[in-house]
């Protein structure tokens, strides 16, 4: 016979309001204290009013939410157990702070007092994810006396990571800046059970907001500003810049420096060989004003010309932490200029100079072996079809190298479409050479960890891939090989669970090459080197592919990977490519 369950009932409350406000994903790991969540978000997903996700383990739980919020905007709910399960999350948890994704987090606890006494799976998890959570309640277990309120604790949560204003009128605790939540959920026996309807309601307990109180660089932000003609001006879109910074440089005629994950990689003010031309007196050595977007992380170049004391740093704020590089730096939330004056010629001269050499530096390095689809068949004569064949066979025993994969993978990628770049030296080889191309592009930049790139894609294409989305495409994720392995937990998609379609590509060099870029290299003892950076492995991708039950194919040369990201499997699929190191 069912027991009447204050946790239960509670926590049914709680998921039902969440829903009503929007959320419409959780994902729950597995656990015994917070069971009484995992069911009440079973019977609403059976009542049609949420998505349950299920994954065993929480980083890849935490990374899964983090994709979902990134392609839809919403914050999705994480569900944990108490003890270690709850640390798992921070790795996912400080790369939504930083990028300003929207994440609600639901862990478990055993009751405040058993805090400190040695008692099982207890430790103390309030203050656990330190700054990085915009808002923090630590809940007192509902008991037979009342429940802490569900709905204002659910209010102030989802305000607080949206970053929007509450049904109350209240803001979330740092105004516009959406990011991870934690609600720290205490839970008494009986863990689940029958539901009270007469649960009387009590105060939620004050909250804390550990980002607004913690040390950090006092910023005065501008609500807006006027940049008017003058200075030489290059526009930076760094990552998760958006469509903005392509929108400036156009109406303003300045060279639009836009990272591969930036969101505004096209138009024809782009400089794909930014990195060279930044490191070129006659252009970089020029630069008097720099307005930044986004986040850039993926040159030396752009950190080291916002550095300069003779540059005049204009940054325009977006979700995620500021970029602030010179305690005099102007932060904005909006900005214009004067539009491009075309009768101007030194305007002119200044935006062709750099959009001319950039194409001419990317022509010099474009590869001379075009693939198969590329080859014309010219006429029936018969030298013609020799020459065709001898440049078919070309095509398909030329080497693939990470900038040929990288464009490879580029090319095949459309607008519906979703593309996942991880952190290895593949997103470096292509920013250096992917034309302009408005395609979704998406990595985890906040912090350039390789955790949970796998995670993060399936949620993604969960995310753009479900029933109401519109142009439904595949998510192509391109990563290393350690990146795979890192976070091949992520390939586990529980029985029951629809599968979208992913194309995983790795780019497998037995090892971390990113690593053979450092000065170090040159320097270490190799054996040393090898070992703790390079990080040699022989795991065999088909095997472990086969293991999580996904389809393989391993791609030798570059006409079969042209061919096998033109036609992607349905479901789940891992293509591996073999580079040299």
């Keep these: 016979m069912s027991v009447p369950s204050p946790a239960a009932t509670f926590a049914a409350r709680l998921v039902d309001e969440l829903s009503r406000l929007g959320v419409r994903h959780a994902v729950v790991a597995p656990g015994s204290r917070s069971q009484a969540l995992a069911l009440a978000l079973a019977d609403l997903e059976a009542r049609g009013g949420i998505t349950v996700h299920v994954r065993i383990d929480e980083r890849d739980a935490g990374f899964l939410a983090l994709g979902l919020a990134v392609e839809s905007g919403v914050p999705a709910l994480v569900v944990t157990t108490s003890g270690t399960a709850v640390a798992n999350l921070l790795p996912a948890v400080a790369e939504a702070s930083h990028s300003g994704v929207p994440m609600i987090v639901l862990s478990a606890d055993r009751p405040a007092a058993l805090r400190g006494t040695g008692s099982n799976q207890t430790t103390w998890q309030p203050g656990m994810f330190g700054r990085f959570v915009r808002l923090e309640h630590d809940v007192a277990a509902p008991d037979a006396s009342g429940m802490p309120d569900p709905v204002a604790l659910a209010a102030a949560a989802h305000a607080a990571a949206t970053g929007t204003t509450g049904a109350d009128g209240t803001v979330g605790a740092t105004g516009t800046d959406p990011g991870p939540v934690h609600l720290n959920l205490q839970f008494s026996e009986p863990l689940s059970g029958e539901l009270l309807s007469d ?19 006092a910023v005065e932000v501008r609500s807006s500003l006027h940049l008017a003609r003058g200075p030489r001006t290059v526009v930076i879109a760094g990552h998760g810049a958006g469509e903005g910074a392509a929108a400036l440089a156009a109406s303003a005629g300045w060279p639009l420096l836009a990272e591969v994950s930036s969101g505004s990689r096209f138009g024809p003010d782009l400089v794909v060989a930014y990195r060279e031309l930044l490191s070129d007196a006659e252009f970089g050595g020029r630069v008097e004003r720099a307005v930044v977007f986004g986040h850039p992380t993926l040159s030396r170049q752009v950190p080291a010309l ?36 075309r009768s101007d010629r030194e305007a002119r001269a200044w935006l062709g100079s750099w959009v001319f050499a950039s194409r001419a530096l990317v022509d010099a390095a474009d590869d001379d072996i075009a693939s198969v689809g590329e080859v014309e068949a010219g006429t029936w004569d018969l030298a013609d079809r020799r020459d065709y064949a001898k440049g078919e066979l070309a095509a398909l025993r030329a ?29 470096r080889e292509l920013d250096a050479a992917a034309p302009g191309k408005r395609i979704p592009v998406h990595a985890n930049r906040g912090l350039a960890g390789i955790d949970g790139t796998v995670s993060t894609a399936m949620g993604i294409a969960v995310a753009s891939q479900s029933a109401d989305a519109r142009g439904v495409g595949v998510t192509r994720v391109l990563l290393g090989d350690l ?19 992913v194309q995983v590509i790795v780019g497998n060099d037995g090892g971390g090459t990113i690593f053979d870029g450092l000065e170090v290299a040159a320097s270490a003892d ?28 391993r791609v030798p040369g570059r006409g079969a990977l042209d061919q096998a990201l033109a036609s992607p499997p349905p479901g789940l699929s891992l293509l591996e490519v073999p580079l040299s190191r």
């Design 399 to 427: 080497p693939i190298t990470r900038r040929t994969l990288g464009l490879a993978v580029w090319r095949a990628s459309w607008p519906h479409d979703r593309l996942l770049l991880g952190a290895s030296r593949l997103i």
């Design 483 to 501: 990146a795979l392995l890192h976070d091949a937990g992520g390939l586990l998609v529980p029985r029951g669970e629809r599968r979208p379609r």
């Design 526 to 553: 190799p054996g040393a080197f090898d070992r703790l950076m390079y990080t040699p492995h022989d795991v065999d991708l088909a095997s472990l592919a086969a293991a999580y039950g996904w389809q393989h194919q």
């Design 306 to 341: 916002l550095a300069r004391p003779d540059v005049e740093v204009v940054v325009v704020r977006g979700a995620g932490e500021p970029v602030v590089p010179r305690p005099d730096a102007v932060v904005v939330d909006a900005l214009d200029a004067d539009p491009f004056d």
């Design 199 to 217: 649960l009387p309601v009590r105060p939620a307990l004050a909250s804390s907001s550990p980002r607004a109180s913690a040390a950090r660089p």
